[in-house]
């Protein structure tokens, strides 16, 4: 290359580190994410020097929970709960009922006890009950979910605050983690889950677009 | 442990493992042999019981779970026998090897407290986890309208 190349090379290259970053342009990456597991809050400050970036991100992660058969299959958009990895109806047949409890003769609480039966394999939690109708995950986008979650018309009255107090300690969000009898637990643990609601509320509780990743 | 309960209206002070199914305490402790084992995964309703007057599959309920609560059997449902759901299940000749018929009257008496007069769906959905191997489906159905007052179409 000859020295005028050079001095044009190098001029370039620094011109790319001073112009700003164009919105298509790529930043530094996420590490991948081992199966199984979440990314720390940590991480996506390295890789998100955009606090608006960097919180619409964070939802993508916490939607990998949201969005996992042992978190959706009892947020389900219709009246029945769904069971299993590849989610099918709830057998027996059962139905949400007027409070997401069920119906007479076949409540929630008839057969699931405040924690999973390993010997009959019936998964149980304290409350166990369906999520309400206007929080139903299965068939939404992270966006749809995102901002339902900041709907306090749809979140149960829920402040931001009360929602990372809700994911990071609730017993049944928990049972997520801790399924029993052989099934697949949600992603990461709790403790990490929480702390990634709790960064994305601290970063602006952005949504991300509707064309993100289901 | 002391587990305390009242099964049928009788105050009870049992000495059990406080994770035992009520199932077992009820037949093998009490000696109430009318509700029954099926499947011992709650998934065929033949253990059903009232606590509190909620439908509970006793094979897998706790026992603690019942500690300073109200538990009725199928013996306890009525005193005589002629509750009227016993009464249209005789009438009708509802059950076939009767198995399952402490489970569906339990479930169904359920029901019937909470809605006098259900429809045939709030029949089906609310029965939908009492199996009947022998397939007397419309007959139980039959029993329960019988039992609320409701006419045959």
């Known amino acids: 290359m000859t020295r005028v190349g050079i001095r044009a090379l190098v001029v370039l290259l620094l011109l790319s580190c001073a112009a700003p970053r164009g919105a298509d342009e790529p930043r530094a990456a996420l590490p991948a994410s081992a199966p199984g597991e979440l990314r720390a809050p940590t991480v996506f400050a390295v890789a998100f020097p955009d606090r608006a970036e960097r919180s619409r991100a964070l939802f993508l992660e916490a939607a990998r929970v949201f969005l996992h058969p042992r978190c959706k299959n009892c947020h389900p958009d219709g009246d029945s709960p769904f069971q299993g990895d590849a989610p099918r109806l709830h057998d027996p047949p059962v139905l949400r009922g007027p409070e997401d409890k069920g119906i007479v003769g076949m409540e929630c609480a008839s057969c699931h006890q405040d924690r999973n039966l390993e010997l009959a394999r019936v998964p149980g939690a304290p409350t166990w009950h369906l999520a309400p109708r206007g929080m139903a995950w299965v068939g939404k986008t992270p966006h749809e979910i995102c901002e339902q979650i900041k709907d306090p018309k749809r979140n149960g009255g829920r402040t931001l605050a009360k929602i990372v107090e809700h994911n990071a300690h609730d017993a049944l969000v928990g049972w997520g983690w801790a399924p029993g009898a052989g099934r697949a637990p949600a992603p990461g643990s709790q403790a990490v889950f929480g702390s990634i609601v709790q960064a994305w509320v601290d970063s602006g509780a952005e949504c991300p677009p509707e064309e993100a990743r289901r | ?153």
Do not use: F
Request: some cysteine.
């Open chain 2, 1 to 153: 442990m002391t587990i305390k309960l009242r099964v049928n209206g009788v105050e009870r002070v049992l000495d059990v493992d406080a994770e035992m199914p009520l199932l077992w305490v009820l037949r093998d402790v009490l000696d109430l042999t009318g509700t029954k084992y099926g499947c011992g995964q709650a998934l065929c309703g033949a253990c059903t019981v009232h606590l509190d007057g909620q439908v509970v599959r006793s094979c897998v309920t706790p026992v603690r779970r019942a500690e300073g609560r109200a538990v009725t059997t199928i013996e306890g449902l009525s005193a005589d026998g002629k509750h009227p759901l016993q009464r249209a299940w005789s009438d009708l000749g509802v059950p076939q090897c009767g198995y399952c018929q402490a489970g569906q009257i339990m479930t169904a008496a359920a029901l019937l407290a909470a809605k006098p007069r259900p429809s045939d769906d709030e029949i089906d959905h609310s029965l939908a986890g009492n199996l009947c191997r022998c397939g007397t489906y419309p007959r139980i159905r039959a029993a329960v309208r019988k039992a609320a007052g409701i006419a045959d179409e």
